[in-house]
């Protein structure tokens, strides 16, 4: 008897000590922890959702939209709630798959065999998540909600959109997956358009789909701000059109061009090749904006920064009269002009016209090289413009110590250094502009409105080059080049109006070659020429068919160019012709003169 009763005695201690943990466990749960559970609780039919920001967007200055932000949707699915659709019992079926994929189909214009069977598929492996369609309308999320399928969700995503497409890809850049500025204006200014995103917070059931009744709470996204260029769109779309032609008519590696305003205010900068920046996966070569990236040797056009620099040392003048030799000794170096030619007596107008190395450097070498050093520094030689342009080349001037006993010479008709083509023009506008170099610039403003804008801070200020007078005597010379009989470039006529400007056919040094291959074409100028409107540059890379010279090549772009800014905006045609210094001088009347 004694055995039984022990162990039903061990036996109720037993119940009871289980039954004490129970009541432990319900009064900790009740009381002490239930803070905790439903806390707990809580947080399992949560879900919180970011909300994307938009970025802002890229205008030109008149406010064509450059670069936009569009919401669309993707559509997810969790296969195993959407198998329960119109199943009362709970039980997953092929059947409420396909009914589901039948009605999303004719929404999306979608194959519902395809969603059917992306569904299926999800389903056989029990995925929760899987996107179902990507890339649609936020009215046609609307459409898919309203049927009530359950497990189908939308997930929202900005897509960025380029509607001038190759136009002004280089110049306006693109995003990267993240959505981060990767190139152009839209990493230049990717601190200014990124925006902030939001969170929306909601309560949901067991199929995930928001409580009617429940908790939500929203966190605005904050949308970026827009920035405006100072780029004139019709402009920038002429330009672009304009030098894709002549590269592919040269069978040129690439071409340029720049357009500025007697401000600095860059109005367009084109180059070619081109790409899409709406489809960056199958963009192909440089992405760069060349304008601001390639440094090429400029050659002749560099001339105007040589005999800028004479005359304002008061070393020439535009009617200085030079015997210039079909070859020229220097240095142990031989130097030669474009064209073989007999002796020509020509003014330091008639260099710049017929734009002779030989004169050049006959006229140059009454200059020391640290003071030519020191306006080509003026001018901008060496440093980038400091327009922040990602990217952006200051080619390269090498201190007048450093030059060679030849590159003395070859760096007074644009050899031996480097520039872009948006430092050349900035030679160009700074004589436009009576001998003030304004820094160039891009942005116009930024605003958070799209309605009030505000211009960026800028601590650069004009600066003076060379005085109104030689300004004004260098833009005559310049006249020169376009209208005198031996110019090198009646192409750059533009009917109506006086042209001042500046050829320039360069030989190319090529890393891929080790030395020097090919050509550079280019031309440099603005008009009218007493009253300049714009500035153009222009620089055509490595032509292999036809000519090589900027007279024919690049000449002619600018005059189209120009030309067709000049008459949209309107401006007065010249009534007069321009009065240009003599470009030669006679021998034999200087010999009876001295006699």
């Given amino acids: 008897m004694g055995h039984p009763r022990r162990r039903a005695r061990f036996l109720m201690v037993a119940v009871l000590f289980v039954f004490s943990l129970l009541a432990a466990q319900m009064f900790r749960i009740q009381g002490i922890d239930a803070a905790t559970v ?136 693109w995003v990267n997956a993240d959505g981060v500025g990767s190139g152009g204006v839209e990493a230049m200014e990717n601190s200014q358009l990124n925006g902030t995103p939001g969170v929306h917070i909601f309560e949901r059931d067991a199929f995930g789909q928001p409580i009617a009744t429940g908790e939500s709470k929203d966190t605005p996204a904050k949308a970026g701000e827009s920035v405006k260029l100072t780029i004139d769109n019709d402009l920038q779309w002429y330009a672009s059109n304009a030098i894709a032609a002549e590269v592919k008519k040269y069978n040129a590696d690439d071409g340029s061009v720049v357009v500025l305003d007697l401000n600095g205010h860059i109005k367009a900068a084109a180059s070619y090749p081109s790409f899409d920046n709406n489809n960056i996966g199958s963009a192909k070569g440089n992405l760069n904006s060349l304008p601001f990236t390639l440094a090429y040797e400029p050659g002749s056009t560099s001339k105007l920064v040589t005999f800028s620099a004479l005359l304002q040392e008061g070393k020439t003048t535009p009617a200085s009269q030079f015997t210039v030799p079909n070859r020229l000794q220097r240095a142990g170096k031989t130097l030669k002009d474009s064209h073989d030619h007999a002796t020509l007596s020509l003014t330091s107008a008639g260099v710049i016209a017929e734009s002779s190395n030989i004169g050049t450097v006959l006229a140059g070498e009454q200059m020391d090289p640290a003071t030519l050093y020191s306006y080509m520094q ?124 500046k050829t320039g056919t360069a030989d190319r040094y090529s890393v891929v070659a080790h030395g020097y291959s090919g050509h550079i074409a280019s031309f440099i100028g603005f008009a009218p020429a007493d009253n300049p409107q714009y500035i153009v540059a222009v620089m055509v890379d490595n032509p292999k068919s036809g000519s ?30 321009p009065t240009l210094f003599p470009t030669t001088w006679d021998h034999k009347t200087e010999n009876d003169s001295a006699n």
């Fill in 38 to 173: 439903s806390q707990q609780a809580y947080e399992s039919r949560v879900a919180r959702v970011t909300t994307p920001a938009a970025r802002g967007s890229i205008v030109s200055d008149d406010g064509t939209p450059l670069a936009v932000t569009v919401e669309r949707r993707n559509v997810t699915a969790d296969a195993t709630a959407t198998a329960q659709y119109g199943n009362d019992n709970g039980k997953r079926t092929d059947a409420a798959l396909q009914q589901a994929a039948q009605k999303i189909a004719p929404i999306v214009q979608a194959d519902p065999s395809a969603l059917f069977a992306t569904l299926a598929k999800a389903n056989a492996a029990n995925n929760q998540f899987v996107y179902l369609v990507k890339d649609i309308s936020p009215a046609q999320w609307k459409q898919i909600n309203a049927l009530g399928i359950p497990g189908i969700y939308s997930e929202t995503v900005m897509k960025r959109e380029y509607p001038q497409g190759t136009s002004v890809a280089p110049l306006v850049g």
């Fill in 378 to 501: 003026k001018f901008g030689y060496g440093t980038s413009t400091g327009v922040g342009f990602p990217g952006e080349s200051g080619g390269l001037l090498k201190n007048y110590a450093q030059w060679d006993d030849a590159q003395r010479y070859t760096v007074l008709y644009g050899q031996g250094l480097s520039t872009t083509l948006l430092q050349q023009a900035s030679v160009a506008q700074t004589i436009a502009n009576k001998g003030m170099r304004t820094p160039l610039s891009l942005i116009a403003g930024t605003s958070t409105d799209g309605q009030t804008w505000t211009a960026p801070q800028d601590s650069r200020t004009p600066t003076r080059v060379i005085s109104d007078q030689v300004a004004q005597q260098m833009t005559t010379m310049m006249e020169g080049v376009v209208d005198d009989k031996n110019g090198t470039a009646p192409g750059a006529k533009v009917a109506g109006y006086n042209v001042a400007g």
């Fill in 548 to 577: 090589i010279f900027g007279g024919d090549i690049a000449a002619p772009v600018f005059s189209q160019i120009i030309g067709y800014a000049l008459h949209r905006g309107g401006t007065p045609l010249d009534t007069t012709k």
